[in-house]
Each structure stands twice: as structure tokens, then as C-alpha cells.
């Protein structure tokens, strides 16, 4: 990877001897870590490199034997690999659980501009059957009508009978 010296990219503020690592990566590379110490494949592998160990040591002969019956090495192995699974199970949890908090925070989020979207809807609406209890229906309108035509009708025939007599 070429890296760029231009005007535009900051220097690194000064050197050290101490190694620089990506937390980021080294985030993602003990959650696969913990992912696989969780799953079934790691605890067959594991059982068959105790028994392994344990058979070897036992059956073997004398002198090939590495690690006697109180097996310390072996011990010293597995105490390694739990002193440094410890921690990186833990990094993992915690990634997982600021994950879970800006998931929380975005759900959050969500439902309520979708509780401010549902209480716009609702006052449109009650404005719109407000809005309709002031306009004229057919139904409405036709009533009217037929009054306005019954009374007519009426003036109508009481204004020939006037004019009748």
C-alpha cells in the first residue's frame, strides 16, 4: 500500500517504539476469535488435542514422553489459552454491546418520527373531517333541494289558486 505524503494528508505526530495497531482490526479479529470459541468445532478440536496429549503421554514410550502424568505442561497450555481467550471474549462483548446501543439509538429514533409521522397523520385527519363537517354532502345537498322544491311547488299552487280566484 503506497501512502501518500501530500499537503493534504496530516503527518503521524511522532514515532515510537511501541507497535501501532489498528483497533479496529484487531476488534474484528477477536470477535472471529470469540465466534469460533463458541462453536462446536473448537470444543471437538480441543477435546482431541487433550486426549491426544493425555494418550501420548501415557502410552508412549518412556522416552518420548514430553509431559509427565500431572501433566503441568499441558496445564500451562490451556491456563495461556484461557488467559488470552478471557479478554478477547470480553472485547468482543463489549463491541457487540456498542453495537447493540447505537442499534438501540437508531430504533429509538425511528420510533418516534414514525410516533411524530403517526400524530401528523392524525391531525390532518381530524382536520380534514373537521373541514367536512363544514362543507355540504350530497346527500346534503339533495335534501335541500327537495325542501326548496317542495316549498316551491307549494308557493307555486298556492299563487294559482290565489290567482284562480
Do not use: C, H
Not at 363537517?133 to 316549498?151: C, I, N, P, W, Y
Amino acid at each position: 500500500m503506497a501512502r501518500n505524503f501530500g499537503l493534504d494528508t496530516p503527518r503521524e505526530a511522532r514515532r515510537s517504539l511501541r507497535p501501532n495497531f489498528d483497533p479496529e482490526t484487531f476488534g474484528r479479529l477477536s470477535e472471529r476469535f470469540a465466534r469460533f470459541l463458541g462453536t462446536a468445532r473448537f470444543l471437538v478440536y480441543m477435546t482431541i488435542f487433550v486426549f491426544s496429549w493425555v494418550a501420548w503421554n501415557f502410552t508412549a514410550p518412556e522416552d518420548l514422553r514430553f509431559d509427565g502424568y500431572p501433566f503441568i505442561f499441558l496445564t500451562l497450555i490451556l491456563s495461556l489459552q484461557a488467559s488470552y481467550a478471557a479478554p478477547l471474549i470480553l472485547l468482543a462483548q463489549n463491541r457487540q454491546a456498542d453495537r447493540d446501543r447505537i442499534q438501540l439509538n437508531e430504533d429509538r429514533a425511528r420510533n418516534d418520527r414514525s410516533i411524530a409521522d403517526a400524530e401528523y397523520l392524525t391531525r390532518e385527519i381530524a382536520a380534514l373531517r373537521i373541514s367536512l363537517g363544514e362543507v355540504a354532502t350530497r346527500d346534503f345537498v339533495r335534501g335541500e333541494l327537495s325542501d326548496l322544491g317542495k316549498e316551491l311547488i307549494t308557493e307555486l299552487r298556492s299563487d294559482s289558486q290565489s290567482n284562480s280566484e
